[in-house]
């Protein structure tokens, strides 16, 4: 498969390029030069298929011979190797829980995928190898995880400081070795800008070489698409119609993959884009404006993106019609007061305990089923409640039991380095 730049589509590149480079000229994403159908026997009949197998086929087309087939498999089979059921919540709504990897959130399995494609590729690399990323909270906790003690890479990590709960700040500070941690002054746009600054400076690319690993990055985007696989998997064990799917989102990647899963044969009655007041994308549906915002801190942390960066793909796998769009995807956005409401009712209600992120999702969803009663549908969740327990506890008033594996990161020593949302001090420390 080819790439191509969305800011350049005369910069074409393979698999193995893409996920060096993360993006092309003028920051462009890549996107791939073609939408590989599913095979429809393959569609009809998930069910005969093995997890390994179905995630294997999901990513085959994306790569062909770029890394070979039995080790691909193997890569696609660790991103995996983690519970992800779909449980059922209510009659009408669902939740596929991606939470059960290593740093209890659903970007485990792109990290995890991204990090095993790029030791492959960069395997007889002798200069020093720097995965760069801004994470608004979960994203640094499972790069550092799948990326800690990898052979000839450091990882340097951005994050806004004050805006990443207990749990999460420990999973990206705290492990060492290869990984380093930087607090920045700012929001999470403005680590994101410091890291596309860096990558487009002459003299950081002259002397190391740089990598990113947030959802921009094709190895870390394309795998998210599994998800939806599974849970339609899942899905058609009790249910004969096809889902509405109801996506948590700040950076648009995950939501992306599954509209690229769509595109590709995976049936689907709806996609909702679930935000909390960080609200472009749903204003964009309204208005048909686009104006990126400046970011606001919510309970959901990890959806606080102003300026989200896969709504271009989106945009491009739309073919830029916005009617299209619009008939395809709905937008919501909930306030930090609605989304505590939601924990609540659904402990009341169903005796689920959700987390912020996914609250979100399920207030959309439901909202979206009460104007449309003939539907039923899914929600995404996407983090564990145990790392946000603030405003669990605050909305359903019983402890959380902490997992053995966090109270052992928990009593680590968090490392950093403090730095202003200023390139040139980013700079400094990458040069260092
Ligand atoms: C990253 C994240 C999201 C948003 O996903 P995007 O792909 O950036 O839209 C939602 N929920 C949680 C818990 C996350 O960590």
Redesign the pocket.
């Known amino acids: 498969m080819k790439y191509y730049n969305l800011k350049d589509n005369h910069e074409v590149v393979d698999f193995k390029i893409a996920t060096i480079k993360s993006q092309g000229s003028q920051k462009g994403l890549f996107f791939p030069e073609s939408i590989p159908q599913f095979d429809k026997e393959f569609m009809q009949n998930l069910h005969l298929f093995s997890d390994e197998e179905i995630a294997f086929r999901c990513m085959k087309d994306f790569i062909g011979d770029e890394i070979p087939s039995d080790l691909l498999r193997k890569i696609a089979a660790e991103a995996i190797s983690f519970d992800i059921p779909l449980k059922k919540i209510s009659e009408r709504i669902s939740v596929l829980e991606l939470?059960h990897g290593p740093t209890l959130?659903?970007?485990d399995v792109g990290a995890r995928f991204m990090s095993r494609c790029l030791s492959y590729f960069l395997k007889d690399q002798d200069k020093k190898v720097t995965v760069l990323v801004a994470t608004?909270?979960?994203?640094g906790g499972?790069v550092a995880h799948g990326f800690y003690n990898v052979p000839g890479i450091n990882v340097v990590i951005l994050y806004p400081k004050n805006r990443v709960s207990a749990v999460q700040e420990k999973q990206l500070t705290a492990l060492g070795g290869n990984i380093s941690a930087l607090e920045v002054n700012g929001n999470f746009d403005d680590c994101q800008n410091l890291v596309k600054q860096a990558f487009s400076d002459e003299k950081i690319n002259s002397e190391l070489f740089l990598t990113s690993a947030n959802?921009i990055n094709v190895a870390r985007?394309l795998p998210?698409q599994i998800y939806y696989l599974l849970a339609l998997k899942q899905w058609r064990q009790h249910e004969n119609q096809d889902p509405v799917i109801c996506?948590?989102?700040?950076?648009?990647?995950?939501?992306?993959?599954g509209l690229l899963a769509y595109f590709r044969g995976l049936p689907a009655e709806h996609f909702i884009a679930a935000c909390n007041e960080n609200d472009v994308v749903p204003d964009y549906l309204k208005n048909y404006q686009y104006h990126p915002k400046k970011a606001i801190a919510t309970l959901?942390n990890?959806?606080d993106?102003g300026d989200?960066?896969?709504f271009t793909r989106i945009m491009e796998l739309f073919d830029h019609q916005f009617d299209h769009l619009k008939s395809m995807i709905s937008g919501y956005s909930i306030d930090d007061q609605s989304t505590l409401q939601a924990i609540q009712g659904v402990h009341e209600k169903y005796g689920y305990i959700l987390?912020?992120?996914?609250a979100v999702a399920f207030a959309s969803l439901e909202q979206y089923l009460d104007e449309n009663p003939e539907k039923k549908g899914f929600i995404?969740g996407?983090?564990h409640p145990v790392?946000f327990p603030e405003a669990v506890e605050k909305a359903v008033h019983i402890k959380l039991e902490i997992p053995e594996a966090l109270n052992e990161l928990m009593k680590k020593e968090k490392k950093t380095v403090e730095i202003n949302a200023d390139f040139e001090e980013l700079k400094r420390f990458l040069l260092k």
């Open positions: 939470f959130a659903f970007k608004s909270g979960d994203t499972a959802s985007w998210q996506v948590p989102s700040g950076n648009f990647g995950n939501i992306c993959a959901s990890a959806m993106v989200p960066s896969n987390e912020p992120h996914s995404l996407t983090a790392k």
